[in-house]
């Protein structure tokens, strides 16, 4: 948010901050949830640089297309297990399981389910 929108919304009375203030998060839960949408995130690109459909690869972890789904939303009924699971028969090594855990940087503007 730039910082003309920012003083305009403070002057009218509004509080501006972040989710985490917003929901009241520890540090430790901010974390958390960064941890599983960024693993999220990289399933589905994952999936998709493998060419796979949503139903293709729960068949390939035995799931769901409807789980697959919930899985790259970073839907708060997935496992981190599941993810590291679904990413691991995608091919993923544990090092770069490893690195897309030391990143967290997410896209921009990323809708997810609370």
Request: proline letters at 4%; charged letters at 25%.
């Amino acid at each position: 948010m730039d910082s003309k929108k920012r003083q305009k919304l403070e002057e009218a009375g509004w509080t501006v901050g972040s989710a985490e203030d917003f929901l009241e998060l520890t540090p430790e839960e901010a974390a958390y949830i960064k941890l599983k949408l960024n693993l999220a995130h990289n399933l589905r690109l994952a999936r998709q640089e493998k060419h796979l459909t949503q139903s293709a690869l729960a068949r390939l972890i035995h799931s769901s297309q409807s789980r697959v789904a919930k899985m790259e939303k970073g839907d708060p009924t997935v496992s981190l297990d599941l993810l590291v699971r679904a990413l691991l028969a995608l091919g993923k090594t544990p090092q770069e399981l490893f690195q897309m855990l030391a990143d967290n940087d997410l896209p921009q503007n990323r809708a997810f389910a609370s």
